[in-house]
């Protein structure tokens, strides 16, 4: 119900966008967002944002990251991108509106996309 879109390989400092639209059945979303997982570590809160244009980021993708919705479409703009930055990028649709920066794994997930940053 979630589909991905804008993963690759790209060189340090360069940039992608990443895409996530969800079907129609899911209805009354609040919260959608991104996440990634690198090999051998936890799932992790990238940026999300609810329908209200609150948002939140992690630490690491202030001031190189982007996100923006429309609808039930979210979009990652990923700028300056670094080798710690290669994981793969899950999309997230939730209906919380407490802790909807939060992963769960109830929650509605994309396949995921992999981002993969290197010379």
């Known amino acids: 119900q979630l589909e991905e879109s804008g993963g690759g390989l790209v060189q340090p400092g360069g940039s992608l966008r990443l895409s996530c639209s969800a079907s129609?059945?899911?209805?009354?979303?609040?919260?959608m967002g991104w996440f990634r997982e690198a090999p051998g570590k936890q799932r992790e809160l990238v940026a999300a944002?609810?329908?209200?244009?609150d948002t939140k980021y992690a630490d690491s993708a202030k001031g190189r990251f982007a996100i923006s919705r429309d609808k039930n479409t979210v979009y990652l703009q990923l700028n300056n991108l670094k080798p710690d930055d290669t994981a793969v990028y899950y999309c997230n649709a939730n209906r919380r509106t407490t802790g909807w920066d939060v992963a769960r794994p109830y929650d509605d997930w994309g396949p995921g996309t992999q981002v993969t940053v290197s010379v």
């Open positions: 944002i609810t329908k209200g244009g």
């Open positions: 129609r059945t899911i209805f009354s979303i609040n919260a």
